[in-house]
Each structure stands twice: as structure tokens, then as C-alpha cells.
């Protein structure tokens, strides 16, 4: 039978801090934080068709003698695959991936002065956010050597930084509608 392993191994570690002082009568809120992470999973799969020594074990017998290990494939009958034929067109398959995700960030809120209306707010913050993966499949799988839909190896990442500034500005207070 196929059989499908996998063994993944995650990490994730997450902090932070806050708080908040004055300045004047106004209070002030801050917060940082930061997050690291990684998962690591490797995929092993054992009796996969190889296609190519499929292609050959069903080709020209004359041709099998000539590579190690090739046994004539016969699939017509009963229990007519023996061990050796089976060998020779399944593999196991061993893949790899990996994803890695780096992240602080930091806040600021609080109001400036009084309005009519209740007190102009803000808040501000910063982002940095990196996150990379990778992907190594099996090199039958990369050949395009397998029943299955042939994968390339791949690998890439990005890096954000984000700022974001929000006031608020009360305009109206205890009138029909706004409250």
C-alpha cells in the first residue's frame, strides 16, 4: 500500500509589553510586541510509482536487462506483480518544507485636548512583519519521473513595514441621532 508520513515541528513564541504614562492631564497608552516563529515538516511516502521504471519494466524486455535491478513488469493475473517488480517501479518519496515569520510592531493612543465635543484622539503604529518558506520535494517528484504531478523546488519570502495614523475628531455630542 502507499503510506503518507509526516512529522511537523512547530515553534511560536510571542511578547510584549505595555503601558501608559502622562503627559499633562492626558494619558497615554503604548504597547510593543514581537513574534517569532518556525515550522519545519518533512512528508515521506513510501510505494510511489516511479513512471519511468514503470515505462521501462512495461517496455521492451531487452531493454529492462540492460538497467540494475529491472524486473519485466507483468500485471496481467492474479498476484502476478512479484516483490521484485514492485521494488523496482516504487520509490519512497521524501519531501521537505519550511516557514519562518519574524514580526514586532509598537502602538501609541491617547488625545491631544478637548473639544466641544469630547477630546481629539489619536493613535500611531509601526509594523515590521518578514515571513519565508520553502518547499524541496522528492527528486523523482522534481524530475517529472512520478505518477503523481511533477513539483519544482521553491523558496521565497517578503519583508513589510507598516505605519498607520488615526485621529479622531469629535464633532457632534448628545444631539438627536449622535450620542
Request: aromatic share 10%; net charge negative; with cysteine.
Amino acid at each position: 500500500p502507499r503510506i503518507f508520513n509526516q512529522d511537523v515541528d512547530t515553534w511560536y513564541v510571542s511578547g510584549g509589553f505595555d503601558g501608559e504614562f502622562s503627559i499633562g492631564d492626558r494619558e497615554m497608552y503604548w504597547d510593543v510586541s514581537a513574534i517569532r516563529s518556525e515550522n519545519n515538516a518533512k512528508q515521506t511516502k513510501l510505494n510511489q510509482f516511479n513512471a519511468r521504471s514503470l515505462n521501462v519494466a512495461l517496455g521492451d524486455p531487452a531493454v529492462c536487462a540492460t538497467i540494475p535491478g529491472c524486473v519485466p513488469l507483468n500485471i496481467v493475473g492474479e498476484n502476478s506483480i512479484t516483490p521484485e517488480m514492485a521494488a523496482f517501479v516504487t520509490y519512497t518519496g521524501l519531501d521537505a518544507s519550511s516557514q519562518e515569520l519574524t514580526d514586532a510592531s509598537a502602538n501609541l493612543s491617547g488625545s491631544f485636548f478637548d473639544l466641544p465635543a469630547g477630546a481629539l484622539g489619536f493613535a500611531i503604529g509601526y509594523e515590521h512583519r518578514e515571513e519565508d518558506g520553502s518547499f524541496t520535494p522528492d527528486p523523482v517528484v522534481a524530475a517529472g519521473e512520478t505518477a503523481d504531478v511533477p513539483t519544482s523546488p521553491t523558496a521565497g519570502g517578503y519583508d513589510v513595514d507598516e505605519v498607520y495614523a488615526e485621529v479622531d475628531v469629535p464633532i457632534l455630542k448628545d444631539r438627536p441621532g449622535a450620542n
